[in-house]
């Protein structure tokens, strides 16, 4: 299995640019999460699916942020107006409701500098 | 008071030695208790998993949770190196099909 996969790893974006941020579950699962990383905070939940879904979204930090599942195989999450204090990682998981008992499973992040 | 509440470190020991990691957190209605190891610039690995109070092992690896203190450890055995990673604890009230609130990471050292 070639687990969760996130695109790009990198992304080094001027403040106002849109930055999108692309994530691939693993074969099966039918919950996807999208979860940010910082120092100060460590990891928070943004927003999750379930069968394609959002179910919460409490944590996305406001309108500019924003989040779509358009199949089972593919999530994405962007950001328009990009700014400074949106700099993190972004991690994608995903899990299965058969085997809600093992946990969620992460991708490698990408980590996101707004200049 | 945040939800979770873990001492961030860093924590250096000899190799060979016992470490013990911990998190405490204040609601009562968390049921999933994870944690996950994460290497520099890399996603979090899932280490163990355990359900309600009580203990699980998986090799060098021991998980416990006091569901009536609010508090959970993992302990590793016999130390490596390549244990050397930061820890994070992770919980949920309804399986790992529901949000995980995680711990800030506690970072550890190994030294050979």
């Known amino acids: 299995d070639a687990g969760v996969i996130q695109s790009p790893r990198h992304e080094v974006t001027e403040m106002g640019q849109e930055v999108t941020l692309r994530c691939k579950p693993i074969?099966?699962?039918?919950?996807l999460f999208w979860y940010r990383q910082t120092m100060m905070r460590g990891l928070e939940l943004l927003i999750y699916?379930?069968?394609?879904?959002?179910?919460?979204d409490s944590g996305m930090p406001e309108d500019r942020f924003s989040a779509k599942m358009p199949n089972a195989s593919f999530s994405t999450l962007k950001i328009q107006p990009s700014e400074p204090r949106d700099s993190a990682v972004y991690f994608c998981a995903s899990s299965s409701p058969g085997q809600g008992g093992t946990g969620q499973f992460f991708g490698p992040g990408t980590r996101l500098t707004v200049l | 008071q945040k939800e979770v509440e873990q001492d961030p470190g860093p924590l250096s020991v000899p190799e060979g030695a016992i470490v013990s990691l911990n998190c405490t957190y204040s609601?009562?209605?968390?049921?999933?208790f994870m944690w996950y190891r994460q290497y520099s610039r890399k996603g979090p690995e899932l280490l163990m998993y355990t359900y309600s109070s009580g203990n699980k092992e998986d090799g060098r690896f021991t998980a416990q949770v006091d569901k009536s203190s609010k508090y959970i450890s993992l302990f590793i055995r016999d130390s490596q190196p390549s244990d050397s990673a930061t820890y994070l604890c992770?919980?949920?009230?309804?399986?790992?099909?529901?949000?995980?609130?995680f711990g800030k990471g506690t970072r550890l050292s190994v030294i050979a």
């Open positions: 992770a919980m949920s009230w309804n399986s790992g099909n529901t949000p995980l609130v």
């Open positions: 074969s099966g699962h039918d919950y």
């Open positions: 609601n009562s209605a968390f049921q999933y």
């Open positions: 699916f379930n069968n394609n879904v959002p179910i919460d």
